[in-house]
């Protein structure tokens, strides 16, 4: 009797022991970051995506703005004898960085961001010329002033707001079809159907 009651006791603790590692195994997390840092990495893309969303809305916001004003950025090095000029106009941003300090139509500040802003004129010439660089909505060219002409030393670059905000705007739309569609199988999975369950049904 006491050995059966002994071995009983044993295979009761022997059930009891692996039951609790079997609890503590499971209960750590798979994934333990450096430093001890748990689940950082699952906040990154939400962040991202979000930025990436302010970035896609504020683009689209100047797109419409710039048919009727035009933001300017400008910044006249004296040390450096360049000037570099941001403009959004005509749903388009445009960068240009010319060799040496020219005259702005208003008043600025050496060597400091001045901004400005006018409303934009009924008519423009569009110097763009038409290619597949102006469909995909983004050119750069160096050592060519925005006119045209050669010139050392200068660069431009011109970007097309809708490109921005398309740009801006495929990680967000990503993340949120496939938020919906992953609420879309659980709806399907507790209805009790599934694509298994599917495949069976005649």
């Known amino acids: 009797m006491l050995r059966a009651?002994?071995?009983a006791l044993r295979k009761l603790f022997r059930r009891r022991r692996r039951r609790w590692r079997r609890v503590?195994?499971?209960?750590?997390?798979?994934?333990?970051?450096?430093?001890?840092?748990?689940?950082i990495r699952q906040y990154f893309m939400p962040l991202i995506s979000m930025l990436l969303l302010l970035i896609?809305?504020?683009?689209a916001m100047m797109w419409?703005?710039?048919?009727?004003?035009?933001?300017t950025l400008i910044r006249a090095s004296e040390r450096a004898n360049t000037t570099t000029v941001v403009r959004s106009i005509y749903g388009r941003i445009l960068v240009t960085r010319e060799p040496e300090a020219v005259q702005p139509?208003?008043?600025?500040?050496?060597?400091?961001?001045?901004?400005e802003q006018s409303p934009a004129p009924p008519v423009i010439r569009d110097p763009w010329v038409d290619s597949w660089k102006k469909r995909v909505g983004v050119e750069w060219q160096h050592n060519t002033s925005?006119?045209?002409?050669?010139?050392v030393g200068a660069w431009w670059l011109r970007v097309r707001w809708p490109?921005?905000?398309?740009?801006t705007g495929v990680i967000p739309l990503a993340r949120v079809l496939r938020f919906e569609w992953g609420r879309w199988r659980k709806k399907r999975a507790r209805r009790g159907f599934t694509p298994a369950v599917a495949a069976r049904t005649p």
Do not use: L
């Not at 896609?56 to 683009?59: E, G, L, P």
């Not at 419409?64 to 933001?71: A, H, L, P």
């Not at 925005?146 to 010139?151: K, Q, R």
């Not at 490109?163 to 740009?167: H, P, R």
């Open 163 to 167: 490109t921005v905000v398309v740009i």
């Open 24 to 39: 503590v195994t499971e209960s750590e997390p798979p994934d333990v970051e450096p430093f001890g840092q748990r689940g």
């Open 64 to 71: 419409q703005r710039s048919y009727d004003t035009v933001d």
């Open 146 to 151: 925005v006119t045209g002409n050669p010139v």
């Open 56 to 59: 896609a809305c504020s683009a």
């Open 5 to 7: 009651a002994r071995q």
């Open 105 to 115: 139509i208003f008043e600025f500040v050496p060597d400091r961001w001045n901004y």
